[in-house]
């Protein structure tokens, strides 16, 4: 039986899913930004639309909240919704302070060399699959994306370790390691994000089946 | 519009109607009765022992005496009866039993006085006679007089202990006690008006009431000795004279009427101060 | 945490018709428990048979047995009023008595022998006190009961319940008459008699049910259908006739 809370948590959703949306292209430019097609004013709108459009959601959800005093899975529908907004939200975040760093390098001659670019396909791959899990409640795709942060992990520490031999050698450029070891902690921070918005899923649905398989 | 305003005029109209009733009643006895009383002197005619027309003697206290008598021990006897009875139906009465009460008390409120007063005759006289050697006598007054206002007090009192919110009484139960004893702590009190409203109107039956009484009281018109002596009541004096009686005689028995509206007029006012105080 | 009061398997019939399906429930003590279900589900019925309110239903009958401290409240050498002074009962509309106030409260230990009146002034003046009354009535105690504001007159009846020291009370839907600050003064003092009191309460109101009880169970056409601690049920109910109720999608 359909239900206004069910309208209003439907709403919601789709809200969710045009924020996603925004975050999917912010990660777009950072990936074809490392490719030398620059989209730098576009990241700032971006991020702009991102973090006004977080806010609204979050704001509807308080809003939920308050009305409907919701219990079981409608309380546990929303928590998660908000959680995965808020990441959302610090993923948008974490691409525009990332944009901002490759403005202070000179060419992203550095990048390539440690594959950030391919740690950035990877970060974008898991965010796709972690809306997509949200969308269609998947636990199982959920847990595979949270196993995936593992992956991220360990390219940033890759990249951590490559990129303090540069410094150390005195090559030329190497200050600039410095920044490109903090854009790299930026994409391991949007793969955590990615990764908690999984969970977020896993604990929506997770629950929700043990009461279907003891009821 | 129009309509309402007939309407209202109609039920304004009523509602004079009994004003203006009790208004002309009054006011025929009493222009009647003050120059009689004057005539014949008030501590004469409202104190006086002996009532003599012949001698034309008027002095009423004998039966104010029986009056008083007759609707006090018919009240001592009617109204416990009766409130017993009413707390019997309301609280403890099987279903089926209660089907047969109701009726059956109803139908005694119908019955006409001088059946009362046949009953009495025919039946309490001789046994009151066979028991106590008198016949005709206060006692036997007192006792149909009670059968008579039992009807309104039993129905007066049920409908108002039924009007109580029954969760009184759970109250009272959900505390340990027992239904007997809740029934008269607890809903007795709170119906106290209305059991005092239906005592009320058995005083206002068994002071105005004539036939019955005039068949079994005896009718001797002097101060009683005790409850075995027959008593005549204001209402006998007036019914059994009526209707021969001529000049200062019919007065002061048109006088006598207004003492016993004088009467029931005091009663009705102590108990609506005795109701106004709770 | 010992029990305080337990139904085994019990039924109860109007006539024909089965009212309570086999219930199983434990109390322990001085929890608060309360009863949520939709209307005529059996969970005020249920509330009355804890002090055998319900023998004073013509054609009720009860199958099964109930407990009170390990006793069979049924058994032939039970007393009935000595079970209605330990199990009290507050009702749904504050039913007080035409009474002073003082008449009300002090009508419970009368009627267990309390006669000394001083006994009975210090019993009166403990009863409001713990029901948080006695600031706004001790100076007008002998005044009517029937003055009284609707939450007072609730408060009131808490109290009267109190002043014969039962150790269980049975509230039935104690605030669903009164405005929301009555009923948070009556949620705040059932809080605090928790620590003295086992508390079992029928609500309608499921965020009642949230904010005081440590243990909910939920009734459903005559069937305890579940039952465990409150804020677990509230957040995943293991039962889907539960989550359907208090999650409104039931119809």
Same mark, same amino acid.
């Given at each position: 039986?359909?239900?206004?809370?069910?309208?209003?948590?439907?709403?919601?959703?789709?809200?969710?899913?045009?924020?996603?949306?925004?975050?999917?292209?912010?990660?777009?430019?950072?990936?074809?930004?490392?490719?030398?097609?620059?989209?730098?004013?576009?990241?700032?709108?971006?991020?702009?639309?991102?973090?006004?459009?977080?806010?609204?959601?979050?704001?509807?959800?308080?809003?939920?909240?308050?009305?409907?005093?919701?219990?079981?899975?409608?309380?546990?529908?929303?928590?998660?919704?908000?959680?995965?907004?808020?990441?959302?939200?610090?993923?948008?975040?974490?691409?525009?302070?990332?944009?901002?760093?490759?403005?202070?390098?000179?060419?992203?001659?550095?990048?390539?060399?440690?594959?950030?670019?391919?740690?950035?396909?990877?970060?974008?791959?898991?965010?796709?699959?972690?809306?997509?899990?949200?969308?269609?409640?998947?636990?199982?795709?959920?847990?595979?994306?949270?196993?995936?942060?593992?992956?991220?992990?360990?390219?940033?520490?890759?990249?951590?370790?490559?990129?303090?031999?540069?410094?150390?050698?005195?090559?030329?450029?190497?200050?600039?390691?410095?920044?490109?070891?903090?854009?790299?902690?930026?994409?391991?921070?949007?793969?955590?994000?990615?990764?908690?918005?999984?969970?977020?899923?896993?604990?929506?649905?997770?629950?929700?089946?043990?009461?279907?398989?003891?009821? | 519009?129009?309509?309402?305003?007939?309407?209202?005029?109609?039920?304004?109209?009523?509602?004079?109607?009994?004003?203006?009733?009790?208004?002309?009643?009054?006011?025929?006895?009493?222009?009647?009765?003050?120059?009689?009383?004057?005539?014949?002197?008030?501590?004469?005619?409202?104190?006086?022992?002996?009532?003599?027309?012949?001698?034309?003697?008027?002095?009423?206290?004998?039966?104010?005496?029986?009056?008083?008598?007759?609707?006090?021990?018919?009240?001592?006897?009617?109204?416990?009866?009766?409130?017993?009875?009413?707390?019997?139906?309301?609280?403890?009465?099987?279903?089926?039993?209660?089907?047969?009460?109701?009726?059956?008390?109803?139908?005694?409120?119908?019955?006409?006085?001088?059946?009362?007063?046949?009953?009495?005759?025919?039946?309490?006289?001789?046994?009151?006679?066979?028991?106590?050697?008198?016949?005709?006598?206060?006692?036997?007054?007192?006792?149909?007089?009670?059968?008579?206002?039992?009807?309104?007090?039993?129905?007066?009192?049920?409908?108002?202990?039924?009007?109580?919110?029954?969760?009184?009484?759970?109250?009272?139960?959900?505390?340990?006690?027992?239904?007997?004893?809740?029934?008269?702590?607890?809903?007795?009190?709170?119906?106290?008006?209305?059991?005092?409203?239906?005592?009320?109107?058995?005083?206002?039956?068994?002071?105005?009431?004539?036939?019955?009484?005039?068949?079994?009281?005896?009718?001797?018109?002097?101060?009683?000795?005790?409850?075995?002596?027959?008593?005549?009541?204001?209402?006998?004096?007036?019914?059994?004279?009526?209707?021969?009686?001529?000049?200062?005689?019919?007065?002061?028995?048109?006088?006598?009427?207004?003492?016993?509206?004088?009467?029931?007029?005091?009663?009705?006012?102590?108990?609506?101060?005795?109701?106004?105080?709770? | 945490?010992?029990?305080?009061?337990?139904?085994?398997?019990?039924?109860?019939?109007?006539?024909?018709?089965?009212?309570?399906?086999?219930?199983?429930?434990?109390?322990?003590?001085?929890?608060?428990?309360?009863?949520?279900?939709?209307?005529?589900?059996?969970?005020?019925?249920?509330?009355?048979?804890?002090?055998?309110?319900?023998?004073?239903?013509?054609?009720?009958?009860?199958?099964?047995?109930?407990?009170?401290?390990?006793?069979?409240?049924?058994?032939?050498?039970?007393?009935?009023?000595?079970?209605?002074?330990?199990?009290?009962?507050?009702?749904?509309?504050?039913?007080?008595?035409?009474?002073?106030?003082?008449? @009300?409260?002090?009508?419970?230990?009368?009627?267990?022998? %309390?006669?000394?009146?001083?006994? &009975?002034? $210090?019993? /009166? =003046?403990?009863?409001?006190?713990?029901?948080?009354?006695?600031?706004?009535?001790?100076?007008?105690?002998?005044?009517?009961?029937?003055?009284?504001?609707?939450?007072?007159?609730?408060?009131?009846?808490?109290?009267?319940?109190?002043?014969?020291?039962?150790?269980?009370?049975?509230?039935?839907?104690?605030?669903?008459?009164?405005?929301?600050?009555?009923?948070?003064?009556?949620?705040?003092?059932?809080?605090?008699?928790?620590?003295?009191?086992?508390?079992?309460?029928?609500?309608? @109101?499921?965020?009642?049910?949230?904010?005081?009880?440590? %243990?909910?169970?939920?009734?459903? &056409?005559? $069937?305890? /259908? =579940?039952?465990?601690?409150?804020?677990?049920?509230?957040?995943?109910?293991?039962?889907?006739?539960?989550?359907?109720?208090?999650?409104?999608?039931?119809?």
């Amino acid at each position: 039986m359909k239900t206004r809370i069910d309208e209003e948590l439907d709403k919601l959703d789709l809200g969710t899913m045009s924020l996603s949306t925004l975050v999917e292209e912010a990660l777009g430019i950072i990936t074809s930004s490392l490719n030398n097609s620059y989209g730098k004013a576009r990241i700032r709108e971006i991020a702009q639309e991102i973090e006004e459009k977080g806010k609204s959601l979050e704001g509807s959800c308080i809003n939920l909240l308050l009305k409907f005093h919701p219990v079981a899975r409608d309380l546990k529908r929303i928590s998660s919704t908000l959680c995965t907004i808020r990441d959302l939200c610090r993923i948008g975040d974490n691409s525009l302070d990332f944009c901002e760093m490759l403005d202070y390098l000179s060419s992203t001659e550095i990048c390539n060399e440690i594959g950030l670019l391919d740690m950035a396909l990877n970060v974008k791959k898991m965010l796709s699959d972690a809306i997509s899990a949200f969308v269609s409640k998947d636990a199982e795709k959920a847990k595979s994306v949270e196993a995936f942060d593992d992956v991220i992990d360990k390219f940033f520490s890759d990249a951590r370790k490559k990129l303090c031999a540069v410094i150390r050698s005195g090559k030329d450029g190497y200050e600039e390691a410095v920044d490109v070891v903090i854009g790299a902690k930026y994409l391991e921070r949007m793969g955590d994000h990615a990764a908690s918005i999984a969970h977020s899923v896993i604990e929506e649905c997770g629950t929700v089946e043990e009461s279907k398989s003891e009821g | 519009m129009k309509k309402e305003g007939l309407f209202k005029f109609l039920f304004a109209a009523a509602a004079l109607f009994s004003v203006l009733a009790v208004v002309v009643i009054s006011l025929f006895l009493f222009a009647s009765a003050f120059p009689t009383i004057k005539e014949i002197g008030p501590i004469n005619f409202l104190f006086g022992k002996i009532w003599k027309p012949s001698n034309d003697i008027y002095g009423i206290f004998p039966m104010i005496v029986g009056s008083v008598y007759v609707t006090g021990i018919s009240i001592l006897i009617g109204v416990p009866l009766g409130l017993f009875t009413a707390l019997y139906m309301t609280y403890f009465a099987p279903k089926r039993l209660y089907r047969v009460m109701k009726p059956a008390v109803e139908l005694l409120a119908g019955i006409p006085s001088i059946v009362y007063g046949f009953f009495g005759l025919m039946v309490l006289v001789p046994l009151f006679r066979s028991i106590f050697g008198s016949g005709k006598s206060i006692m036997t007054a007192s006792v149909l007089l009670s059968f008579m206002i039992l009807p309104t007090i039993i129905t007066v009192s049920e409908s108002s202990l039924r009007a109580l919110d029954n969760s009184l009484l759970e109250g009272a139960l959900a505390l340990g006690d027992t239904k007997e004893k809740a029934v008269f702590r607890v809903m007795v009190p709170a119906a106290s008006s209305g059991i005092l409203s239906s005592v009320i109107l058995g005083v206002g039956r068994s002071i105005g009431e004539t036939m019955a009484v005039v068949m079994v009281a005896g009718n001797q018109p002097r101060i009683p000795g005790g409850v075995l002596d027959g008593v005549r009541t204001m209402t006998a004096n007036i019914v059994l004279e009526m209707g021969y009686a001529t000049d200062l005689h019919r007065e002061a028995l048109i006088a006598t009427g207004a003492v016993l509206f004088v009467f029931v007029l005091i009663l009705n006012l102590s108990f609506s101060l005795i109701r106004r105080k709770k | 945490m010992s029990e305080k009061m337990k139904t085994e398997n019990l039924h109860l019939f109007y006539g024909e018709k089965e009212a309570l399906k086999g219930i199983d429930i434990s109390i322990g003590e001085k929890q608060i428990v309360s009863l949520i279900g939709p209307s005529g589900c059996g969970k005020s019925t249920f509330l009355r048979c804890l002090n055998r309110m319900n023998d004073l239903i013509k054609d009720c009958r009860i199958e099964g047995k109930i407990y009170y401290n390990g006793l069979d409240i049924y058994a032939p050498s039970s007393d009935t009023a000595r079970l209605r002074k330990n199990v009290g009962m507050v009702f749904q509309k504050p039913n007080p008595f035409p009474f002073s106030i003082f008449e @009300n409260i002090a009508y419970g230990p009368k009627t267990h022998g %309390m006669r000394n009146k001083v006994k &009975l002034q $210090e019993t /009166v =003046e403990k009863a409001l006190s713990e029901a948080g009354l006695w600031n706004e009535v001790k100076d007008r105690l002998n005044s009517s009961a029937m003055g009284l504001s609707g939450g007072q007159m609730q408060r009131l009846c808490i109290a009267r319940a109190l002043a014969v020291e039962p150790d269980v009370l049975l509230l039935d839907e104690p605030t669903s008459a009164l405005d929301p600050i009555s009923t948070e003064k009556i949620e705040e003092l059932l809080l605090t008699l928790k620590d003295r009191y086992t508390i079992v309460i029928v609500t309608h @109101n499921m965020q009642q049910a949230l904010r005081i009880s440590d %243990m909910t169970a939920f009734f459903l &056409l005559g $069937e305890m /259908v =579940e039952y465990g601690e409150t804020t677990k049920m509230f957040y995943s109910p293991q039962d889907k006739r539960t989550e359907d109720y208090i999650t409104g999608r039931f119809g």
